[in-house]
């Protein structure tokens, strides 16, 4: 059997700083993984959602279209969430940012879809939508978290702030 201990070159705490360093790089590398899993998956749905709408789909005429579409995919992509309900959401979740520019677009490419949802449900500006992205984006909030920045209008405090500081 072989001797795991450190060797007398390399002293205890030079190895936990090794494996420190090799744990920060794995959990970079499966946080950049799940960034572009994420992206990819707002892409489909944005493409779906665009497919949906091109087609003049609609809950009065499309309903039946769009459930049996939902049974189909789901039979393929069975842990995919291709419910009607979804599906008609992506459909929403194009319609509601095509109409912005790229920043909006971007900014939203990169949301959880449930963070996705939660945002498409309150009528803000374009400015507040990229605002509210990037403070999940880099402050790492939960739905939890962006609901109540959303419902206590937090990105009015911070203009309220700005609008205050002299400097």
Not at 1 to 13: I, Q
Not at 104 to 131: E, G, K
Not at 133 to 156: I, Q, T
Request: net charge positive; hydrophobic share 40%; charged share 25%.
């Amino acid at each position: 059997m072989k001797d795991l201990s450190v060797s007398k070159a390399f002293n205890e705490r030079e190895y936990n700083e090794l494996l420190q360093q090799a744990v920060a790089v794995i959990e970079t590398s499966r946080l950049q993984i799940a960034k572009q899993l994420n992206s990819i998956a707002m892409s489909s749905y944005w493409e779906i959602g665009k497919l949906l709408d091109e087609r003049k789909l609609d809950s009065k005429y499309g309903d039946s279209i769009v459930r049996r579409l939902s049974s189909d995919l789901k039979s393929k992509y069975p842990d995919m969430g291709l419910s009607p309900r979804n599906l008609w959401n992506m459909k929403r979740f194009y319609l509601r940012y095509c109409q912005y520019d790229t920043k909006v677009q971007q900014a939203v490419a990169v949301l959880p879809w449930s963070h996705n949802l939660l945002l498409m449900s309150y009528d803000l500006a374009p400015q507040y939508i990229v605002f509210y992205a990037n403070e999940v984006f880099s402050k790492g909030w939960s739905r939890d978290m962006l609901n109540h920045a959303l419902k206590s209008e937090y990105h009015l405090s911070i203009q309220a702030i700005e609008k205050s500081n002299n400097f």
